[in-house]
């Protein structure tokens, strides 16, 4: 038996009188469910958390807004300067902008918002105002969103190739628990396939994340200019639904240890799967985001100015050997290509010229 946790038991039930669950059903409940999701319940995760955000207490959120600062001008320098972050978590990111856009001139402007169902973003002092979902978020002028590994969170449904076409993994409860269970693939999953996953070997698994289509659709419509800035986890389809990926990428992250044991004790882990950057590209195009830019972390920060982070810092009177081997560990965390360097940077723009965003290869139709 997987589990006997509170969580897992109405599961059951509800696969009881379901049948098969799609995979996306089970993870929506395990992070998202209202008394035991592992975001949305009582215990704060993002106390033991480790993302671009939490490896420093400031230092991705000042040159993020070294980006912003960018952004603003491609927006033609609005006022109010309108951020929208998803995910926003407990604000911690929101902080750290705040506390650097006391440097430039768009920071008097700043009216920030943030996007996130957790509870924990309620008591977010940084956030100006905040909204459960994007589709609540009000049409302004001009808008930036920004999202830092917002989009890996999104549920996900499973598929794999078989010798007779796509069949999708879903999940059930048998007596020694939760197990994995294939039905006939859907159309919305093999249109898909037949779109992105053409890569994927025999008997290799792809995942299929949910709401995309939705999230873009809102984010155009919040305002005549946006531009939006995705960090994540992630690849262009042909890398991530590949010979080497053929396993898929879907984790259970329990207290920074990776498991594939994604069915284990529904809401005690994180469940995540590389994003799509092609899909997001794809479907931002639908929705008039036509332009776009993406490269590396490392060399989005890079140009935004991380090596004279450790420059300045050691030139600090108060500096000491602990304090900057800490600086230098915490920079290399954040580029380092086998940590969080490697994760893509996309920003997609509708009714706004590109160019002038650092650190990312110039992509247009
Ligand atoms: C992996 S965490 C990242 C948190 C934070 N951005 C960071 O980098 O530390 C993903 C966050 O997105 C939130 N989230 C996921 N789906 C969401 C949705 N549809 N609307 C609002 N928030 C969502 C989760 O609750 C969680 O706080």
Redesign the pocket.
């Known amino acids: 038996m997987t589990s006997a946790n509170a969580l897992s038991q109405r599961l059951q039930a509800h696969a009881n009188r379901q049948g098969l669950l799609p995979f996306s059903v089970f993870m929506e409940h395990a992070l998202y469910d209202k008394c035991d999701g592992f975001?949305t319940s009582g215990d704060a995760p993002?106390a033991d958390?480790f993302?671009?955000?939490?490896v420093h207490p400031s230092l991705f959120g000042q040159l993020l807004a070294t980006h912003l600062g960018d952004v603003w001008r491609v927006l033609g320098q609005p006022d109010p300067f309108r951020v929208v972050e998803?995910?926003?978590?407990d604000g911690?990111?929101a902080d750290q902008i705040r506390q650097a856009a006391a440097n430039y001139s768009w920071g008097k402007g700043l009216a920030y918002v943030g996007?996130?169902?957790?509870p924990a973003a309620q008591t977010a002092d940084a956030l100006d105002s905040l909204y459960?979902?994007?589709v609540d978020v009000p049409a302004a002028t001009a808008t930036a969103i920004i999202?830092?590994?917002?989009f890996?969170?999104?549920p996900v449904r499973l598929a794999r190739r078989a010798t007779d076409g796509w069949v999708e993994e879903c999940v059930a409860v048998e007596s020694e628990g939760w197990v994995f269970a294939d039905q006939p693939a859907p159309e919305e999953i093999r249109a898909y396939a037949n779109r992105y996953a053409s890569g994927t070997p025999m008997g290799g698994r792809i995942e299929v994340r949910q709401?995309i289509e939705q999230i873009f659709r809102h984010a155009a419509r919040l305002a005549s200019h946006v531009v939006m800035t995705t960090i994540d986890y992630g690849a262009v389809s042909a890398l991530l639904h590949s010979e080497r990926l053929a396993a898929g990428t879907l984790l259970a992250y329990r207290r920074h240890r990776a498991s594939d044991d994604v069915l284990a004790n529904p809401g005690s882990a994180?469940l995540t799967a590389h994003v799509n950057f092609t899909q997001l590209i794809d479907v931002g195009r639908s929705q008039g985001f036509g332009c776009y830019r993406m490269g590396q972390q490392a060399d989005f920060l890079a140009a935004l100015g991380i090596g004279d982070h450790l420059v300045r810092f050691q030139e600090r009177p108060d500096v000491t050997l602990a304090t900057y081997r800490a600086e230098r560990e915490a920079v290399f965390q954040l580029v380092s290509p086998t940590d969080l360097g490697r994760f893509q940077v996309l920003t997609q723009g509708k009714g706004v010229d590109l160019s002038p965003i650092r650190g990312l290869d110039a992509l247009t139709d």
């Open positions: 975001y993002y958390y993302t671009s955000v939490s998803l995910g926003a978590a911690r990111l996007v996130e169902r957790a459960a979902s994007i999202s830092n590994e917002f890996d969170a999104l709401g994180d």
